[in-house]
């Protein structure tokens, strides 16, 4: 069960964070196409763990975030809506200009989650007042792992967290890649082969 990847299109960068340029080569894990970061740019963002970003690939203006990759990195899927948008596909190289934003837009909260959050009004209430960036961090924590009877426990702890009042996961490393599907003890995949010319795609 994996979190969907909200890819909003936008009208302007907003805020007062440097904008971040640069140029990464798209590539496959399975059936996501992917693009990381260089180092060199994911050190210029605010964090180390997930981070909220928006910006331009091939002139398509986009909002969202940015993973870990376990290696001082980040990356992201390019879905879609990216993909036919921007006219890119993996074994492109892109170039990008992104900035950090505050306002993080509401998580896909999984169907287990949401079942077990209905079921307790006092956990629901909680989950209801703290920020949507909280909201992802309890997600993230959640999904990653593989194991099913793992996260069902992580979904009872959670639960429970949430009806002491605690607002955040606690005691884990945010700084891993926590998608199952692309990751693995916390780091991100190697990319599959990819086949075709590369190109070089502006914004």
Known sequence: MHQKWPTLTISKEQGNMPTIRFEARLFKIGSWTLLRLPKSASAKLPSRGQTMVEGTISDFHFRTPLEPDGKLS?????????????????????????????????PDVPAD???ALVASPQAHD??????????????????ATNRQETRQRRIEVAISKLKAGERRPCCWNRNLSTEPYVSKNGVLLEPTQTTGAQRLKRF
């Open 74 to 106: 980040h990356w992201f899927r390019i879905d879609n809506t990216i993909l036919k948008a921007a006219n890119v596909a993996a074994g492109d190289t892109v170039r990008l200009a992104i900035k950090p934003v505050k306002d993080w837009p509401e």
């Open 113 to 115: 989650l949401k079942s």
């Open 126 to 143: 909680l989950w209801q007042q703290i920020t949507p960036m909280a909201r992802w961090e309890w997600i993230r924590w959640i999904r």
